[in-house]
């Protein structure tokens, strides 16, 4: 292969994995209003920032009312939800555990 043509196939690959990597973004933000655009009452949700809540109303496009606990809810943007929760990944969660990783539920 002849030296000069090196910088060009550099440039070329260069180029084509940009593409790529834009291509990738797209989908996955078209992914993520896919998302938001299908929650409905009663789905279990998973917010950016960790929370579990279940999706309890709606009070315009952009703007979600999640029951976190029992009687207890807020409003969150629909951005924030990171993913839907289905029953099969419900059932697969671990029992909670206390964070110094004991067992037992006394202190004594």
């Avoid at 002849?2 to 797209?26: D, E, H, M, S, T």
């Avoid at 989908?27 to 929370?51: E, H």
Wanted: no cysteine.
């Amino acid at each position: 292969m002849n030296a000069q043509f090196l910088p060009l196939l550099l440039l070329a690959v260069l180029a084509g994995l940009l593409i790529l990597n834009n291509r990738r973004q797209k989908r996955a933000i078209a992914d993520a209003q896919q998302l938001q655009k299908s929650l409905v009452n009663g789905d279990r949700v998973v917010t950016t920032s960790g929370l579990h809540a279940t999706v309890v109303g709606s009070a315009d496009d952009t703007t979600l009312d999640l029951e976190i606990a029992p009687g207890v809810r807020t409003t969150w943007l629909r951005a924030a939800i990171r993913e839907k929760v289905t029953t099969a990944d419900v059932a697969s969660e671990p029992l909670a555990t206390p964070v110094d990783g004991s067992t037992r539920a006394d202190n004594s």
